[in-house]
């Protein structure tokens, strides 16, 4: 079964909108990661958290920890329609090991 | 930044070939690749580990003889569907990894059809 559960599975909005996905996950972790997904293409890696992390910023993404729920959150800020992706989270336990969430569908309308 | 390339893209090709897939890092020595297989719409499933110089590790449910996994480099890992049927057909995807506690790095996967 996976580790993590995604929310929303899918989130449609307009350019310019903030788009906040979240991440559970149900065991001890090393770090979470957040990768995006292109229709047909590999992974992108986005963002990576320690575990003794509890927010960290990439330019217009915000990426929150919350070890004591064991969940995160990932933040895009003005989004626009190049945004649009699917977007996963993947926990690390041990030896580089993932285990990816769901997924959510992000859809930015222009 | 650092890149993977898989190739080939995408084979199409009848029931009972063999399909090897290819996965390098092109600027960086990996100490483990990945092998994972997507279906339409769903979530990356992790098939196996693959350590340089050593035997892969294969999760539960993946079958070893059906999906062989080389790693002969540090460089270069390659997934051979044996024989495959048209329940093989997927979306493969693999990824490599400096050392734990770092991103892995994914190819652009390889669109398996098998007719």
């Known amino acids: 079964s996976q580790q993590g559960e995604e929310d929303p599975q899918a989130l449609s909005i307009q350019e310019g909108e903030n788009a906040t996905m979240n991440c559970s996950y149900k065991?001890?972790?090393?770090?979470l990661q957040w990768y995006r997904q292109n229709s047909g293409r590999g992974l992108v890696h986005l963002i990576l958290?320690?575990?003794?992390?509890r927010e960290k910023h990439s330019g217009r993404l915000r990426v929150t920890l919350d070890t004591s729920k064991k969940s995160s959150s990932l933040l895009i800020t003005a989004s626009r329609a190049a945004d649009t992706a699917s977007y996963f989270c993947?926990?690390?336990?041990?030896?580089?090991?993932?285990?990816f969430g769901e997924g959510t569908q992000l859809t930015v309308n222009p | 930044g650092a890149v993977v390339s898989q190739h080939p893209s995408r084979v199409i090709c009848k029931s009972g070939t063999s399909v090897k897939i290819e996965c390098r890092s092109l600027?960086?020595?990996?100490?483990?690749m990945f092998w994972y297989r997507q279906f339409p719409k769903q979530s990356l499933m992790l098939m196996a580990t693959?350590?340089?110089?050593?035997?892969?590790?294969?999760e539960q449910g993946v079958e070893k003889d059906k999906f062989l996994i080389n790693h002969a480099s540090l460089t270069l890992s390659t997934l051979t569907v044996a024989s495959a049927h048209p329940e093989d057909s997927s979306f493969y995807i693999c990824?490599?990894?400096?050392?734990?506690?770092?991103?892995?790095?994914f190819g652009d996967g390889t669109r398996l059809s098998i007719l």
């Open positions: 990824s490599a990894v400096r050392e734990a506690n770092q991103p892995q790095h």
């Open positions: 600027d960086f020595q990996a100490t483990t």
């Open positions: 993947a926990t690390e336990t041990s030896g580089s090991r993932l285990t």
């Open positions: 693959s350590n340089e110089g050593s035997k892969a590790t294969y």
């Open positions: 958290i320690r575990s003794n992390e």
């Open positions: 065991t001890s972790i090393n770090n």
